[in-house]
């Protein structure tokens, strides 16, 4: 039997702990921090994320067997090399393989040596101003904009007009809005197409993959207005075939590992490619570290197969003894907000309707931004819910109507969803 430790607080640190509690190989579930919703699949400890060192402590006295690595900012600083260095277990990055994430400029330079389809692009930097602005006024727009540093999920911008574009630089080399993430920036080529989520678990050599997932990254309906940290997921999506599957296997995800071995930062843990499907082929619009949120509440219910097992093989070089196996469903997450988000939103608003909620409906709530107020739940975040529907053996559109259904039975003051999560999915049955 296995202890595990899962770090992080959100629906998608809940999802990991409710696949993982359902493997007969694991011993005592703990999560640090964790939530209210997590807190009904294991236990909860009071540690937060930034504490690498009392997360490594906590994983010692409590004999922890795998540590699994929610989010990206532990990664990025460290919290891999710290463990291993140590002799635990732990699944994720190094500090030094996370860069891909970590510096939107290590990971543009990396895919153009190692011949990575992206969009083509420049960098600059802070001293450079005066050429960024020389560079964009000769570029046609759409144009994108990105700061080199984490920057949870503002340091992307699409500019319209070269206007916009020269805004943007000038925000994000005087640091108000980001800070030192903005200080070197990339500017790049628009894509068009749609976009998908690839994720491969991978011991740095072998690897498997999960069911292509489809994000929903704008705040209303039909993709428009502000970016979020996501509106909703479904998975499998149609729209990654599986001609296209092979290719993004063979054009961007071997050579991803190949490259990141030759150059002397394997890369173990979860790689996240987000794809353009574009007329010229797949193309990789970013890489992250760690699974996404919110495609990891559609991934894991679709997996068949034991996941504690997957991430310690993963995170012990054994990714050659597995296979991967799906159930053959639909799952489709929707996320509820707090009204407002993405920009100001209030929180403690008491939640209704949890409790109906019930197993036979096929349908989990993954807990994102919650807390229990004297013995209520209440809001605490931008996204609260992730209403989740798992069809085994459903179509995506029934799949789609059970999620939505259950959704429509939690209320608080506020809350707000997209209408049209997996409706993308449909067009291609
Ligand atoms: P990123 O933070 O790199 O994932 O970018 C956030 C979002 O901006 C992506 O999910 C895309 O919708 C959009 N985006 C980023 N880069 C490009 C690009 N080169 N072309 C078109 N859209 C992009
Ligand atoms: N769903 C987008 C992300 O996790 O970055």
Redesign the pocket.
């Known amino acids: 039997m296995m202890n595990i430790l899962v770090i992080g607080a959100g629906g998608r640190e809940h999802a990991l702990a409710w696949k993982l509690k359902q493997s007969t190989c694991v011993g005592r579930l703990y999560c640090a921090p964790g939530n209210p919703g997590i807190a009904s699949v294991a236990e909860c400890v009071d540690i937060p994320m930034g504490d690498l060192d009392g997360l490594y402590q906590f994983a010692r006295t409590h004999k922890i067997d795998l540590t699994v690595v929610g989010p990206e900012i532990p990664l990025v600083n460290g919290i891999v090399d710290l463990f291993e260095a140590g002799g635990l277990t732990i699944f994720g990055p190094s500090k030094a393989a996370s860069a891909l994430e970590g510096s939107?400029i290590f990971a543009k330079h990396f895919m153009k040596r190692n011949a990575i389809p992206t969009?083509a692009y420049e960098t600059f930097d802070r001293a450079h101003e005066a050429d960024a602005r020389a560079y964009i006024l000769t570029h046609p727009v759409p144009v994108?904009l990105?700061a080199d540093g984490l920057a949870a999920?503002k340091?992307?911008v699409?500019c319209h007009s070269t206007g916009e574009a020269l805004r943007v630089v000038q925000d994000f080399f005087t640091g108000n809005v980001l800070g030192d993430a903005g200080s070197s920036i990339v500017v790049?080529?628009?894509?068009a197409g749609e976009?998908a989520s690839v994720f491969a678990f991978t011991d740095g050599t072998q690897y498997v993959l999960l069911e292509p997932a489809q994000d929903h990254?704008q705040i209303f309906d039909g993709d428009k207005g502000k970016?979020t940290g996501g509106m909703g997921a479904y998975a499998p999506a149609p729209i990654v075939t599986s001609q296209l599957l092979e290719r993004i296997k063979n054009e961007i995800i071997e050579p991803t590992l190949a490259g990141m071995r030759s150059e002397g930062r394997p890369y173990r843990g979860c790689l996240y490619a987000?794809i353009?499907i574009t007329a010229d082929g797949p193309k990789v619009?970013?890489f992250n570290c760690r699974l996404g949120d919110p495609e990891t509440q559609v991934v894991l219910p679709l997996i068949d197969g034991d996941l504690a097992e997957i991430l310690y093989a993963c995170s012990t070089r054994n990714a050659g003894s597995l296979t991967m196996r799906s159930h053959d469903a639909a799952a489709v997450c929707v996320v509820i907000t707090s009204g407002g988000y993405p920009d100001l939103y209030e929180s403690g608003q008491p939640i209704h309707g949890l409790e109906r909620i019930v197993p036979e409906d096929g349908v989990v709530v993954f807990h994102a931004g919650t807390k229990t107020d004297g013995g209520k739940c209440v809001t605490a975040g931008g996204r609260v819910l992730g209403v989740t529907a798992v069809g085994y053996g459903h179509e995506l559109r029934e799949t789609i109507a059970s999620a939505y259904a259950a959704v429509k039975k939690i209320t608080f003051d506020g809350a707000y969803y997209r209408s049209d999560i997996g409706v993308k999915g449909l067009r291609l049955h």
């Open positions: 939107k969009a994108v990105k999920g340091g992307a699409v790049e080529e628009f894509m976009e990254k970016n987000g353009m619009v970013e």
